[in-house]
């Protein structure tokens, strides 16, 4: 009777660490991605070519955890209504001090379905990391 509770609680505590261990790594990945886009210039290349290195960046800094096609990047002006990736808008975001005027914003958003089992019980949650960075490139 102690075996099998003892099995799985086992087994719960290690898928349960393994989904929190693969959480850390989406938020970190997201939000060094919106670090990086915040930093990054649109090339040549236009909008698309900003948002596929950002989604790229994302994809490498996740350890395999996701890739490009999983990620959603944007570079929006914000409207305080603006839910682009499923990330809101940064509070005071619309009217920012050093520029007077709506500083655009990064937005990096990741969504990743994990596996979590106890014995006879499994559920599959999804995972998210959502991140709103302010675009630097507006005041240089």
């Known amino acids: ?74 570079l929006v002006v914000p409207t305080d209504t603006n839910t682009a990736c499923g990330v809101a808008d940064p509070a005071g975001a619309s009217t920012d001090p050093t520029v007077f005027l709506p500083a655009n914003v990064v937005k990096v958003g990741v969504s990743k379905p994990t596996k979590l089992e106890f014995m006879f019980f499994t559920m599959t949650p999804t995972l998210t990391a959502k991140v709103a960075a302010r675009y630097e490139r507006n005041i240089i």
């Open 1 to 74: 009777m102690v075996v099998p509770l003892t099995v799985a609680l086992l087994l719960g505590i290690f898928t349960g660490g393994s989904a929190y261990f693969k959480k850390i790594s989406l938020v970190d990945a997201a939000r060094d991605g919106a670090r990086y886009g915040a930093s990054l210039k649109v090339p040549v290349g236009g909008i698309e070519a900003w948002r596929q290195a950002v989604r790229n960046r994302v994809a490498e800094l996740s350890g395999g955890q996701v890739s490009a096609y999983e990620v959603c990047a944007d």
